[in-house]
T-cell receptor, first 113, second 115 residues
Framework: GNSVTQMEGPVTLSEEAFLTINCTYT??????LFWYVQYPGEGLQLLLK?????DKGSNKGFEATYRKETTSFHLEKGSVQVSDSAVYFC????????????FGKGTLLTVNP | DGGITQSPKYLFRKEGQNVTLSCEQN?????MYWYRQDPGQGLRLIYY???????QKGDIAEGYSVSREKKESFPLTVTSAQKNPTAFYLC??????????????FGAGTRLSVL
C-alpha cells in the first residue's frame, strides 16, 4: 500500500536558519505529492504541490522537488521566521478513482526569535 | 467567502452518547472527507464521499457514521461504539476529475472530548 514517512520532530530552529524536513514515500504508479501546513488550533492548508517527477513546488519561500529516483519530496526554506512555527504534513495522492490522500505523521517546527 | 465550516469548535461527549459533528462547504466541491487527528499519528481517514447519497469507508470507520444528503453537507456521527473518541476531527473537500489534482481544502476542525 501507499505510505509516507516524515522525519521525526520536533524541530527547533532560530530565526533565519535553514530548514529541511525530509519526506519519503512508497506508492504504485505516479503519485502527486503535497506539503500541508497546520498552524496551532487550525485546519490544514495546502503549502505546495508537485504532480510529476522533477517538478518543483514553491510557495511563501518554501520549496520541494519531486525526486522519483529517491522517492523523496523534502521541504526546504532558506530563512525561517517565527511565523513559520507550525506542523508540516507530507502527503501523496496515488491517483485512481478514490482520490484518497495518504499523510505522513507530521513534523512540528518551532522557530525561536 | 468560500470555504468549509465545521461546528462546533469544541464538543463534549458523555458515556453512551452519540454526537454529531457538522461540516458544510460552499465551494461546490463534489468530494468530502472526514479525518481524525491524534497526537503523533498524523491524519487518518474515517469516511469519504464523492457524490450525494454515496460514501465509502476509510481506514478507521468503525464507531462512526456519515450521511451525504446534500452536496454541501457531510455530517459525522461519533457513536457510542467508538470507545476512544477523544481527538481532533477535520473535514475536507475537493474537486474531482482530471486537473483537479485532488487538492483538499480543510475546515478549522472540531475537538471532541469525553466527559
Amino acid at each position: 500500500g501507499n505510505s509516507v514517512t516524515q522525519m521525526e520532530g520536533p524541530v527547533t530552529l532560530s530565526e533565519e536558519a535553514f530548514l529541511t524536513i525530509n519526506c519519503t514515500y512508497t506508492a504504485t504508479g505516479y503519485p502527486s505529492l503535497f506539503w500541508y501546513v497546520q498552524y496551532p488550533g487550525e485546519g490544514l492548508q495546502l503549502l505546495l504541490k508537485a504532480t510529476k517527477a522533477d517538478d518543483k513546488g514553491s510557495n511563501k519561500g518554501f520549496e520541494a522537488t519531486y525526486r522519483k529516483e529517491t522517492t523523496s519530496f523534502h521541504l526546504e526554506k532558506g530563512s525561517v521566521q517565527v511565523s513559520d512555527s507550525a506542523v508540516y504534513f507530507c502527503a501523496l495522492d496515488s491517483g485512481g478513482s478514490n482520490y484518497k490522500l495518504t499523510f505522513g505523521k507530521g513534523t512540528l517546527l518551532t522557530v525561536n526569535p | 467567502d468560500g470555504g468549509i465550516t465545521q461546528s462546533p469548535k469544541y464538543l463534549f461527549r458523555k458515556e453512551g452518547q452519540n454526537v454529531t459533528l457538522s461540516c458544510e462547504q460552499n465551494l461546490n466541491h463534489d468530494a468530502m472527507y472526514w479525518y481524525r487527528q491524534d497526537p503523533g499519528q498524523g491524519l487518518r481517514l474515517i469516511y469519504y464521499s464523492q457524490i450525494v447519497n454515496d460514501f465509502q469507508k476509510g481506514d478507521i470507520a468503525e464507531g462512526y457514521s456519515v450521511s451525504r444528503e446534500k452536496k454541501e453537507s457531510f455530517p459525522l456521527t461519533v457513536t457510542s461504539a467508538q470507545k476512544n473518541p477523544t481527538a481532533f476531527y477535520l473535514c475536507a473537500s475537493s474537486m474531482l476529475g482530471v486537473g483537479a489534482k485532488n487538492i483538499q481544502y480543510f475546515g478549522a476542525g472540531t475537538r471532541l472530548s469525553v466527559l
